[in-house]
């Protein structure tokens, strides 16, 4: 009579296969470097994403300030509302400039992290 609680040969040699198949060194080394490559890929997804809500923001600001400062000009001729628009330019060279850089730092990240 056959033993009823022996395991099938062929069953354990399939539990086997699988094991060596999914945790072994290099294959463990690798999914943990393609897990960490992801995961710094969305965080610089998210730092542009960020990035470009500020921009937005600030192109909102500004647009704000650069309406509001020709309507005093035309209304008072004052050159100080003149200097205002000046600064609202300044201040979206600035912020697009941060976005470039914010990009660029990304980009670089991504490029020089090893990937597995």
């Known amino acids: 009579m056959p033993d009823s ?5 062929q069953i354990v040699d399939v539990l086997n296969t699988v094991q060596s198949a999914t945790m072994s060194p ?4 690798t999914s943990g470097a393609g897990k960490a490559y992801q995961s710094v890929a969305q965080s610089a997804a998210i730092a542009v994403q960020d990035a470009a809500d500020s921009l937005r923001n600030i192109s909102t600001i500004a647009t704000t300030a650069a309406g509001v400062a020709i309507a005093q000009l035309l209304a008072t001729g004052e050159p100080k509302y003149a200097t205002a628009l ?3 330019q300044k201040m979206m060279t600035s912020a697009t400039e941060d ?3 914010i ?3 990304a980009t670089s990240v991504l490029k020089n992290f090893p990937a597995g």
Do not use: H, I
């Not at 609680?5 to 040969?9: D, E």
């Not at 290099?26 to 080394?29: A, I, K, R, S, T």
């Open 5 to 9: 609680n022996a395991v099938n040969s």
């Open 26 to 29: 290099q294959v463990v080394l």
């Open 86 to 88: 000046s600064e609202v």
């Open 99 to 101: 976005f470039s850089k």
């Open 103 to 105: 990009g660029e730092a």
